[in-house]
């Protein structure tokens, strides 16, 4: 599948466990690996301040058990960007710790979009995996430095402690969808914020993202 291993969906929260099955076995029947959020609601996603009632618990619990066993399944992605909402930083222990409990062989994802949001949810996930996109311009460079990727992944090796891996999820669109001076990146642009997260401990990338990518013609 034009060299993809793995891809990211954002949209479990609204199916059945079914449903969720049958998606992880068109990605089996293609070769691929799916990350996906393992809540059974999208209720999930709106209770960020409150703690984990006893009926989410189990809820959760339900939820993994029904799908931990399939062999599409690459990762639990436990949240995007929680530190812009702001979540509740025990909602988020929480959470993960139910996930793991119940299925400690795939591991969680937490994705942040600052460095301070690394340290803050560093305890939500197995791998910690930002998205510092560069935001490139038309007739330009980057709105920010090129090195704005390092310095995300420098934040990853510093709160993981040595206990946690981490990857990437790096810019590969037009962030601002083709409004005046954006655009997404070249293919230079593209090797470097790999090469980049690689140099500085990266084990894996999951690009935002593969879905857009019929959008550019290069």
């Known amino acids: 599948a034009e060299g993809v291993t793995a891809v990211q969906t954002y949209n479990t929260q609204y199916m059945s466990t079914?449903?969720?099955?049958?998606?992880?076995?068109?990605?089996?029947a293609h070769g691929l690996y799916g990350c996906f959020y393992p809540w059974p609601s999208s209720a999930f996603m709106k209770n960020f301040r409150q703690p984990v009632s006893d009926k989410e618990e189990q809820l959760v619990r339900e939820r993994i058990r029904a799908l931990r066993d399939h062999p599409a399944l690459l990762a639990y992605y436990m949240w995007d960007e929680p530190e812009l909402r702001p979540m509740l930083i025990?909602?988020?222990?929480?959470?993960?710790e139910i996930v793991a409990e119940e299925d400690p062989y795939h591991p969680c994802i937490m994705l942040n979009d600052t460095v301070r949001g690394i340290h803050k949810y560093r305890n939500g996930g197995d791998v910690l995996m930002p998205d510092p996109y560069p935001l490139f311009n038309e007739g330009g460079f980057a709105g920010r430095p090129i090195e704005y990727t390092s310095t995300f992944?420098?934040?990853?090796?510093e709160a993981?402690?040595?206990?946690?891996?981490?990857?990437?999820t790096p810019q590969a669109f037009d962030y601002y969808m083709n409004k005046p001076n954006s655009r997404p990146p070249n293919l230079v642009e593209l090797r470097n914020q790999q090469l980049q997260a690689f140099i500085n401990g990266a084990r894996g990338i999951l690009w935002y993202t593969y879905s857009h990518r019929y959008n550019y013609e290069s």
Do not use: H
Not at 153 to 157: E, L, N, S, V
């Open 90 to 96: 025990a909602r988020s222990d929480r959470l993960y």
């Open 160 to 168: 993981s402690r040595g206990q946690k891996a981490w990857w990437i």
């Open 18 to 28: 079914d449903e969720v099955r049958a998606y992880l076995d068109r990605l089996r």
């Open 153 to 157: 992944m420098q934040a990853c090796r």
